[in-house]
């Protein structure tokens, strides 16, 4: 059983958008920080973006900043991570992660985060 679960992806073609959810079902993230990972077949895990428990602090990698946007609604106890004018290469199983604290402080190392969902995959062709 996960803490926290992923929904949204799917199949969709170069430039086009999906919107990725992640919540805790029986359980609250409203006091977290939560981060977005993703793995590529053959590649390691990265930090896509993270967001602060008070959603007053986000962070992106490099590959995402202007595409992707991660934003939270406490009230419905989940976050989201709209993803725009995907490429082929965010092809990938995308993960939600809780690190258990308020921060992003350490959000692109794997260690920070305690709790990890199940994943999601999302598929750009091109």
């Known amino acids: 059983q996960f803490r926290v679960v992923e929904s949204g992806g799917g199949l969709v073609h170069s430039g086009e958008s999906l919107i990725l959810s992640c919540t805790a079902p029986?359980?609250?993230?409203?006091?977290?920080?939560v981060g977005w990972y993703r793995q590529a077949p053959g590649k390691e895990r990265e930090g896509v973006s993270c967001?602060?428990?008070?959603?007053?602090?986000?962070h992106y990698a490099d590959s995402v900043k202007g595409r992707f946007t991660i934003s939270r609604d406490n009230g419905k106890n989940t976050v989201y991570l709209q993803m725009n004018n995907l490429k082929p290469e965010d092809t990938a199983v995308y993960y939600c992660?809780?690190?258990?604290?308020?921060?992003?402080?350490?959000?692109?190392?794997?260690?920070?985060?305690?709790?990890w969902g199940q994943g999601t995959q999302v598929t750009v062709s091109s």
């Open positions: 992660a809780d690190p258990f604290v308020g921060s992003c402080a350490g959000w692109q190392g794997l260690l920070y985060y305690a709790y």
């Open positions: 029986g359980d609250s993230l409203d006091a977290y920080a």
């Open positions: 967001i602060s428990s008070s959603g007053d602090s986000t």
